[in-house]
Each structure stands twice: as C-alpha cells, then as structure tokens.
C-alpha cells in the first residue's frame, strides 16, 4: 500500500513537471520594423504549447524603434534580462537560442521632394480659384527628399487664418501624414505670376478654408527667406568651402540670419546674408 502511494506521488509531481510552461526562443540575427514601438515578437521566432504564454510574449515591448532608415542593435543577453524582468518568468521556463544579437531595422520609404513641393502648389491653387483667378505656380527652390515611415502617406497644406493677400511669394507648410500619424513639417516657397488681371495680388480666404499666407512683398528685398536653401561659404585660412544649409528666418544684404545645415544636423549656426542666396559663417 505504501508503495502504491508512492508512486501516486511520484506520478503527480512527474505530471506537475511537464504541465510547467515553458516557450522557446530563437533570436533572428535581424528584424524589419514598420511601427515606433517594437515587440518581442518582432525579434524572435517563439514556440510554445502554452497559447495565453505565446500571445503575452509576442505582444511584450521591448523598446523605442530606430528612426526611418535608421538601425539599432539588440543583444540576446540584455533582451533575455529585459524578458525575465518584464514578465516574472522563471529563466527555466524561457530556453534561448539564435543569433547573439538582433540588427532592428526601421522600414522606410523616401518621399520626394517633387512630392512635397506639388502638395504646396496645390495648396495654393485652390487659393487662387476660389478667389475666381488663375496663376502660374513655381517652387523657388527644389525640395529634398525625406525618408518616411512606411505606410500611407498624405501630405496636406496648412491651413492659414491670415486676411493679408497672397502676393508674389507665399510660404506653404506641407504636413505629412503616415497612417494618420503626424510626422513632420516641410516649408516651401511657392512663387506666383500672371494672376489673372492683377498680377501679383489676390484675395486670399480667411479661416480654416486658406491653404497660404503672404510671405513678403517685392519691396522688402529680402535676399534669403526662410524656408529656402542657401549656399554657406566657410573661409579657413587659404581654404574657402560652401555647403548647402536651410533658410531659418527671412534676411537682408548685410543681417545675420539663422542657419540649419542640409546634414541633418540639429544644431543652429548664424550666417551672415552676402548675397542673393549667399552666406558667410559668422565666427
């Protein structure tokens, strides 16, 4: 009799043993993410008999993703740390296995500056005939390419609730738009001629109806405006360079301006406008 209890007991915890769950892990040596956030899932092929086990797995978030076009580095010790702490999960219960690290790639795609640029025009040309005129339309300067989250991108003029009329020059925000998620921001200067029968000046709508806004008046001689690209000219000794930066503020022969170099770099330098489209860095 003892012994029959015994092996009852012994079948029981042997039973208890192998109803634990438990869930293997591979680590795959790179992901492609399309989202901000990125999950466990995205960074491993899971398995498990455990249903309820695999689903608070694969929906866990690991961290912030990479910026568009960008890439990051995950470790399979740091994630299996970060795993164990998130869940309260036994290590025995996650068994490990795959690649030592995880290259996570933020999916992109490149929106053009032609893009971008048409969205603005648009903008203004439903200004114009609402007004009952017609122009013609130009972008001052080229706009550059951008890499974008992938998905669904809008790009919609910005709204204005200036009265002022739009005169020759008219400075358009572009916002863009993935996946009804806001991104960013694009200014471009929209140049206007040959507006039908009064050149240079039509009546622009007030309120959320008016797609842009005066910018400046031939009068105001600006020789930068901000929003435009310009070229920088650094002087070093013998060594004279020129490199291509954005417009921040609107200038004058001789005013120092506000500078953003086209790198993408965040910091803000001050030129000096020398020139039509013309800068000198100010020391």
Known sequence: MKARLLLLAAFA???????????????????????DQVTLGD???????DLALVRRLVSLPVGQAPRPGES??????????????????????????GADAARVIRTSRQLRGEEIADA????VRRVIAAAGQHAELRVRSS????????????LLPRPTDSGAPLRNRALVWVDAW?????????????????????????????????????VTHPDDANAVSRGEWAALRI???????????EV???????QRVRVRAATGASGILFAKVIGRGQLELVP
């Open 13 to 35: 915890v042997s039973t208890t043993a192998v109803a634990a769950p438990h869930a293997d892990l591979e680590l795959v040596p790179q992901a492609r993410v399309s989202d």
């Open 43 to 49: 960074l491993v092929r899971l398995q498990s008999d």
């Open 72 to 97: 990051a580095l995950v470790q399979r010790g740091t994630l299996a740390d970060w795993v164990r702490r998130s869940t309260g999960l036994a290590n025995a219960t996650l068994r490990w296995s």
């Open 120 to 123: 603005a025009m648009e903008g």
């Open 143 to 154: 706009v550059r390419d951008v890499e974008v989250p992938d998905g669904k991108v809008q």
């Open 178 to 214: 993935v996946n009804d998620r806001f991104i960013r921001s694009f200014p471009v200067t929209v140049e206007i001629s040959g507006i039908g029968g009064q050149p240079g000046v039509v009546p622009v709508a007030t309120g959320a109806g008016a797609m842009a806004q005066r």
């Open 235 to 245: 002087t070093s000794g013998a060594v004279s360079l020129e490199s291509r930066v």
């Open 248 to 254: 921040l503020q609107d200038g004058r022969v001789g």
